[in-house]
């Protein structure tokens, strides 16, 4: 069974462009969830959705940011314009139960480098 | 949602068990325990979690406290691939959310 895929593994863009990230959760799994590493920091909470629902988004940062979940498949992270301080990697997670008992499956992580 | 306090790193040997400390003194009696780990670049994998019973898996064991104000990771027989970050996680939020910490860097020794 296929994991949680995350696209592109890596990307390099300038100042003021627009990026967009997507992950692929398992198959089945209802809740997806974003999550980033900024700057040697921890890894930060971005938001939850459960089917094509955002079920909380207090993580995310600013309005640049827009997560979608069309159809309650796939999951896309947009952001628009990119500053320097997004960079970092961004992870995607997935679960098929959600509470406080879930194992969250997580992809790879998408690095965004900002210049 | 549960504070928790970890070393900052801890090394050990290959072949050797490895025992990773975590205190969670504010943890409240209805929220897991979970264990969380990262290798170098890769996004984090679950490892282990627990309420008030020791549990094992094929990846490890935990041992709760009784008064379950800390816990610890148990690697059996560590080996190369284990070295990595782990997070312990007192909680997660009514949101489902993982709270990370800064966790445990553990380098092992050839």
């Known amino acids: 069974e296929a994991g949680v895929t995350q696209f592109p593994s890596h990307s390099v863009i300038e100042k003021g462009q627009t990026v967009t990230l997507r992950c692929d959760p398992i198959s089945g799994h209802d809740n997806l969830y974003w999550y980033r590493r900024v700057m040697g920091k921890e890894i930060k909470f971005l938001l939850h959705f459960v089917k094509e629902s955002k079920q909380d988004e207090s993580g995310m940062p600013n309005n640049r940011f827009l997560a979608e979940r069309t159809g309650g498949t796939y999951s896309t992270l947009k952001v628009q314009p990119a500053e320097l301080e997004d960079s970092g990697v961004y992870f995607c997670?997935?679960?098929?139960?959600?509470?406080?008992?879930?194992?969250?499956?997580f992809g790879p992580g998408t690095r965004l480098t900002v210049l | 949602d549960a504070k928790t306090t970890q070393p900052n790193s801890m090394e050990s040997n290959e072949e050797e068990p490895v025992h990773l400390p975590c205190n969670h003194s504010?943890?409240?009696?209805?929220?897991?325990i979970h264990w969380y780990r990262q290798l170098p670049s890769q996004g984090p994998e679950y490892v282990i979690h627990g309420l008030t019973s020791n549990v094992n898996n094929r990846m490890a064991s935990l041992a709760i406290a009784e008064d379950r104000k800390s816990s610890t990771l148990i690697l059996h027989r560590a080996t190369l691939r284990d070295a990595a970050v782990y997070y312990c996680?007192?909680?997660?939020?009514?949101?489902?959310?993982?709270?990370f910490g800064s966790g445990t860097r553990l380098s092992i020794r050839p």
């Open positions: 996680i007192g909680s997660y939020s009514s949101a489902s959310k993982i709270i």
């Open positions: 997670a997935s679960s098929q139960t959600s509470g406080s008992y879930n194992e969250q499956f």
């Open positions: 504010t943890i409240s009696g209805t929220d897991y």
